[in-house]
């Protein structure tokens, strides 16, 4: 009943940028937070950023310093701004959300389609 369509993935080189972004849609009455979670072929899904509806973020380790995430509350938007990409970063991005579709119901984990980045050395 959520739905979160990303867009932004493409193929760049080694020190460029990327700027991604997720709207969600649908049935939604409040959202916890929003974030970016990656998979690489081979690799396990991993926290890339999230962003949590008062405005704190938190960052892997790996991304701090170089990824910058925000949200537009009033659009339901969460983006995420990559710089100084590296081969490494080559993964597909899915934008994720927790929310709610109603105030008595629960929060629950809501997942975009994914959106794949590819850096080339």
């Known amino acids: 009943q959520v739905q979160l369509v990303e867009s932004g993935g493409g193929l760049v080189q080694a020190g460029a940028s990327l700027s991604l972004s997720c709207a969600a849609s649908g049935s939604i009455f409040s959202i916890n937070s929003m974030g970016w979670y990656r998979q690489a072929p081979g690799k396990q899904r991993e926290l890339v950023a999230s962003?949590?509806?008062?405005?704190?973020?938190n960052y892997a380790d790996s991304m701090k310093g170089r990824f910058t995430i925000s949200r537009d509350s009033a659009k339901n938007t969460v983006y995420l701004q990559m710089n100084s990409l590296k081969p490494e970063d080559t993964a597909v991005y899915y934008c994720?959300?927790?929310?709610?579709?109603?105030?008595?119901?629960?929060?629950?984990?809501?997942w975009g389609q994914g959106t794949q980045v590819t850096v080339s050395s």
């Open positions: 994720h959300t927790r929310a709610k579709r109603h105030y008595w119901d629960i929060f629950n984990d809501y």
């Open positions: 962003i949590i509806d008062g405005g704190s973020t």
